[in-house]
């Protein structure tokens, strides 16, 4: 076996442990889930982290949404690039200024919103120009871009004609029939104006016409119903939304499949195109579908470690790690704790210690579905449970403001074994980011995980302090 990375060779015990069902890992216990009851292990779990990765972006967002229930707060500026710097660059500071029909601004309304958006401050007077303008728009999930949209297409319809005027298409089912709720709750008064869902087991009779002014779906459906079924027109269409760009990209065939519907739409539709990150392919990918943008880009808020006590804590084994978790546990008052392990398998293992010294625990694992995830977190997040034990796959981009302690179990690696700065840096960044103060607790179990913290020390040039947790009195004065 390869030893030369130490999460690799935890990943290939694991995976020959599971397949072949008669190595055991030493003190393996079934998985317990919080409540209890067991969890079935699943085959080649944590052995796959690409496709895993690549699997998660829609189910992230996904997740994202579902947990979700306001707007991101961010004090970065907009960056608006216009195509035309002649034009006057607008900006709006209330949803008046829009002049919407009132039907929408009654829609806008009973949703709770008082006011745009950084985003839709900008980009909806760009989205709701005459004659309509290209965008492609970019800020993190949270900020508004769905809502702006949203209220983009709505305004843009006439509902005395009977057949699609809007596209919109979305990386997955469930994420389609997401946007497709905040389209039904913001058209609410609009009634008028109807939807029609492009996913896969809609089946439609051959020959036959889509009535609805709206449709949203994914790549696949819709390109099938523009080119090969034609229900609908795509010469008709007047506004084309692409959301979630960097989670399209991600999937097989998703990106060719929106680039044909995008070639069968007329010269003068309005392309929109949104997505919560911006690297190079995804860039590329956004200039092919939307030519000549205004492009409006918010920055993510910045995480920092100035807020951030961190600690480390030597032992030799996973056990050592549980029982000094204890003793930390046994001296300080914590609130609420997020503890990262590297696999599901530690994960889940852990969990069900700490069930049985008595806490009440959260487990976040890979295996679960969506819903069930969120399900845990809004759980966490309302207090219900007050240690969330995860793998940083589930975890990524979840913030629970409350948390104030953040244990890596495991220190987070890359898949070459390389220490993940970035990671490390969004684990613990999390407890700083709502101007509190934050601890973190590092676990270190091997001369290659002290080898890993160092350099993850110089590299953001921040002491990590080591953490004696035989000795109550120095755990007590961590927490002051
Ligand atoms: N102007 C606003 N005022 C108050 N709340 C808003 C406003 N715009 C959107 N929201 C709410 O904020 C949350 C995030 O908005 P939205 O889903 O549009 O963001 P997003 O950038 O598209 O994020 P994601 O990609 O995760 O969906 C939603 O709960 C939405 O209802």
Same mark, same amino acid.
């Given at each position: 076996?390869?030893?030369?990375?130490?999460?690799?060779?935890? &990943?290939?015990?694991?995976?020959?442990?599971?397949?072949?069902?008669?190595?055991?890992?030493?003190?393996?216990?079934?998985?317990?889930?919080?409540?209890?009851? &067991?969890?079935?292990? @699943? #085959?080649?779990?944590?052995?796959?982290?690409?496709?895993?990765?690549?699997?998660?972006?829609?189910?992230?967002?996904? %997740?994202?949404?579902?947990?979700?229930?306001?707007?991101?707060?961010?004090?970065?500026?907009?960056?608006?690039?216009?195509?035309?710097?002649?034009?006057? %660059?607008?900006?709006?500071?209330?949803?008046? =200024?829009?002049? %919407?029909?009132?039907?929408?601004?009654?829609?806008?309304? +009973?949703? !709770?919103?008082?006011?745009?958006?950084?985003?839709? =401050?900008?980009?909806?007077?760009?989205?709701?120009?005459?004659?309509?303008?290209?965008?492609? +728009?970019?800020?993190?999930?949270?900020?508004?871009?769905?809502?702006?949209? @949203?209220?983009?297409?709505?305004?843009? $319809?006439?509902?005395?004609?009977?057949?699609?005027?809007?596209?919109?298409?979305?990386?997955?089912?469930?994420?389609?029939?997401?946007?497709?709720?905040?389209?039904?709750?913001? !058209?609410?008064?609009?009634?008028?104006?109807?939807?029609?869902?492009? @996913?896969?087991?809609?089946?439609?009779?051959? /020959?036959?016409?889509?009535?609805?002014?709206?449709?949203?779906?994914?790549?696949?459906?819709?390109?099938?119903?523009?080119?090969?079924?034609?229900?609908? &027109?795509?010469?008709?269409?007047?506004?084309?939304?692409?959301?979630?760009?960097?989670?399209?990209?991600?999937?097989?065939?998703?990106?060719?499949?929106?680039?044909?519907?995008?070639?069968?739409?007329?010269?003068?539709?309005?392309?929109?195109?949104?997505?919560?990150?911006?690297?190079?392919?995804?860039?590329?990918?956004?200039?092919?579908?939307?030519? #000549?943008?205004?492009?409006?880009?918010?920055?993510?808020?910045? =995480?920092?470690?100035?807020?951030?006590?961190?600690?480390?804590? %030597?032992?030799?084994?996973?056990?050592?790690?549980?029982?000094?978790?204890?003793?930390?546990?046994?001296?300080?008052?914590?609130?609420?704790?997020?503890?990262?392990?590297?696999?599901?398998?530690?994960?889940?293992?852990?969990?069900? =210690?700490?069930?049985? #010294?008595?806490?009440? $625990? +959260?487990?976040?694992?890979?295996?679960?579905?969506?819903?069930?995830?969120? +399900?845990?977190?809004?759980?966490?997040?309302?207090?219900? *449970?007050?240690?969330?034990?995860?793998?940083? $796959?589930?975890?990524?981009?979840?913030? @629970?403001?409350?948390?104030?302690?953040?244990?890596?179990?495991?220190?987070?690696?890359?898949? *070459? /074994?390389?220490? &993940?700065? *970035?990671?490390?840096?969004?684990?613990?960044?999390?407890?700083?980011?709502?101007?509190?103060?934050?601890?973190?607790?590092?676990?270190?179990?091997?001369?290659?995980?002290?080898?890993?913290?160092?350099?993850?020390?110089?590299?953001?040039?921040?002491?990590?302090?080591?953490?004696?947790?035989?000795?109550?009195?120095?755990? *007590?004065?961590?927490?002051?």
């Amino acid at each position: 076996m390869a030893t030369d990375s130490w999460a690799l060779a935890v &990943d290939e015990q694991e995976a020959a442990a599971e397949s072949l069902g008669t190595l055991q890992i030493k003190d393996e216990k079934p998985k317990v889930e919080a409540n209890g009851t &067991d969890v079935k292990p @699943v #085959e080649n779990a944590e052995t796959k982290p690409d496709d895993e990765d690549k699997e998660d972006k829609a189910a992230q967002s996904l %997740l994202n949404k579902l947990i979700r229930s306001n707007l991101v707060n961010t004090t970065n500026q907009v960056e608006v690039l216009q195509r035309d710097p002649n034009s006057p %660059l607008y900006s709006v500071k209330s949803f008046e =200024e829009l002049r %919407l029909k009132p039907q929408l601004l009654q829609g806008v309304y +009973a949703m !709770g919103f008082n006011r745009p958006s950084k985003i839709q =401050e900008n980009a909806l007077p760009m989205m709701l120009a005459e004659p309509p303008q290209n965008l492609i +728009a970019q800020s993190q999930s949270g900020t508004g871009k769905t809502a702006a949209f @949203v209220l983009a297409m709505l305004s843009h $319809v006439d509902p005395a004609r009977k057949y699609p005027q809007c596209l919109c298409v979305s990386p997955t089912y469930e994420l389609a029939l997401q946007t497709g709720k905040v389209i039904e709750q913001m !058209g609410k008064s609009y009634t008028e104006v109807k939807l029609a869902y492009a @996913v896969r087991g809609n089946k439609l009779e051959r /020959g036959m016409k889509i009535q609805e002014q709206i449709v949203i779906g994914t790549p696949g459906t819709v390109l099938d119903w523009c080119a090969k079924l034609k229900f609908i &027109d795509a010469k008709k269409i007047k506004v084309f939304v692409l959301d979630e760009a960097d989670v399209m990209i991600a999937t097989q065939g998703h990106q060719d499949q929106s680039i044909r519907i995008q070639r069968m739409l007329p010269n003068d539709c309005q392309m929109l195109l949104f997505s919560a990150t911006f690297e190079d392919s995804v860039w590329k990918f956004a200039q092919r579908i939307v030519p #000549e943008p205004n492009i409006i880009k918010l920055k993510r808020e910045e =995480e920092t470690l100035d807020t951030i006590k961190q600690y480390y804590v %030597l032992c030799n084994s996973k056990e050592e790690k549980f029982q000094a978790l204890c003793n930390i546990y046994g001296a300080i008052t914590i609130a609420q704790a997020m503890i990262f392990c590297h696999t599901r398998k530690t994960a889940g293992w852990l969990a069900g =210690e700490l069930s049985r #010294e008595g806490h009440q $625990v +959260a487990l976040l694992s890979g295996e679960m579905m969506v819903e069930q995830r969120a +399900a845990v977190i809004e759980r966490f997040r309302d207090g219900k *449970e007050k240690v969330l034990v995860t793998t940083n $796959v589930c975890a990524r981009g979840i913030d @629970v403001e409350q948390v104030s302690v953040v244990i890596n179990f495991d220190l987070p690696v890359d898949r *070459e /074994g390389n220490p &993940d700065n *970035e990671t490390y840096l969004h684990r613990i960044g999390r407890t700083g980011r709502f101007g509190k103060r934050g601890l973190a607790i590092n676990m270190v179990d091997s001369k290659l995980s002290m080898s890993i913290l160092n350099r993850i020390q110089d590299h953001f040039n921040k002491k990590i302090e080591k953490l004696d947790t035989h000795d109550l009195d120095e755990i *007590e004065k961590i927490a002051n």
